[in-house]
């Protein structure tokens, strides 16, 4: 995948998917769990991170 195909989403887009608050997704980019470039005063995720971490939370809960 290159950074042309990327597709990055905004904390809100993320919490939102996740099910989780705004604030626990600023939690898991700070401690390094999910992956964030910083824009400015704000973060974008990665929509591949993002998959990646649900499927590696079920997969340890399994």
Same mark, same amino acid.
């Given at each position: 995948m290159s950074f042309a195909d !990327? $597709?990055?989403?905004?904390v809100a887009e993320v @919490?939102?998917?996740? $099910?989780v608050s705004r604030m626990t997704?600023?939690?898991l980019v700070h401690s390094g769990e999910l992956p964030a470039i910083r824009f400015g005063r704000s973060f $974008?995720?990665? %929509?591949s991170a993002?998959? @990646? @971490?649900? %499927?590696?939370?079920? !997969?340890d809960t399994a």
């Open positions: !990327a $597709r990055f989403l905004t @919490a939102d998917m996740m $099910r997704v600023y939690r $974008r995720v990665p %929509e993002v998959q @990646a @971490a649900i %499927e590696n939370h079920v !997969a």
